[in-house]
Nanobody, 119 residues
């Protein structure tokens, strides 16, 4: 009943920018932590950025200073602004959300959106 729908992926040149969006919809009381993960070719899925319901953030060392995670709680949406993109940022980016349904916290994942950084 809960869906995370990502958008904003695509092809971008090195040094360029993209903004990813992920909107949570369905049946839930509230959204707690939201995050972006990515999985590059031959890599494991790894945390890129995380934001709590209170707005505190964590970033992978590889993206610090380049990426910014933010959220709009009224719209249950999380964003990832990606600047100064590098070829090594190429990956499928997955949205994550911890959602309160009744008395339970449930983890949900989006289907992923592909970001390709190439000339």
């Amino acid at each position: 009943q809960v869906q995370l729908v990502e958008s904003g992926g695509g092809l971008v040149q090195p040094g360029g920018s993209l903004r990813l969006s992920c909107a949570a919809s369905g049946s839930f009381f509230s959204v707690n932590t939201m995050a972006w993960y990515r999985q590059g070719p031959g890599k494991e899925r790894d945390l890129v950025a995380q934001i709590t319901n209170g707005g505190s953030t964590n970033y992978a060392d590889s993206v610090k200073g380049r990426f910014t995670i933010s959220r709009d709680n009224a719209e249950n949406t999380v964003y990832l602004q990606m600047n100064s993109l590098k070829p090594e940022d190429t990956a499928v980016y997955y949205c994550y959300a911890r959602v309160l349904r009744g008395l339970s916290w449930v983890d949900y994942w989006g289907k992923g959106t592909l970001v390709t950084v190439s000339s």
